[in-house]
């Protein structure tokens, strides 16, 4: 079972660079993916950037170029480097972790709480 814990969102100006994190608990082999969602208020969860076990990752088209995602094996965290920030990022950044869970013999999606960007003008 996964528990997440977020940190390093916060208010920034455009231009601007946050680091997010992702600690997973549990053991790195059981990880399928990691990756980070974000909801902006009256929109859909969209998918920011993502990494699979075997390190292939994908980005949204409009954070390519800019974010980065990154994984500590060692730790079960997950990163993402966001630079040259917009007012459009501005949204509430989840961490996501597919995982297996062998209790139940499942591949299990875990979502962290949440954690506030906000980019201003």
């Known amino acids: 079972q996964a528990q997440l814990v977020e940190s390093g969102g916060g208010l920034v100006q455009a231009g601007g660079s946050l680091r997010l994190s992702c600690a997973a608990s549990g053991s790195i082999l059981s990880i399928n993916s990691m990756g980070w969602y974000r909801q902006a208020p009256g929109n859909q969860r969209e998918l920011v950037a993502s990494?699979?076990?075997?390190?292939?990752?994908t980005y949204a088209d409009s954070v390519k170029g800019r974010f980065t995602i990154s994984r500590d094996s060692a730790e079960n965290t997950v990163y993402l480097q966001m630079d040259s920030l917009k007012p459009e990022d501005t949204a509430v950044y989840y961490c996501?972790?597919?995982?297996?869970?062998?209790?139940?013999?499942?591949?299990?999606?875990?979502w962290g709480q949440g954690t506030q960007v906000t980019v201003s003008s």
């Open positions: 996501n972790c597919n995982k297996y869970r062998t209790r139940w013999r499942d591949n299990y999606d875990y």
């Open positions: 990494i699979t076990r075997r390190g292939i990752t």
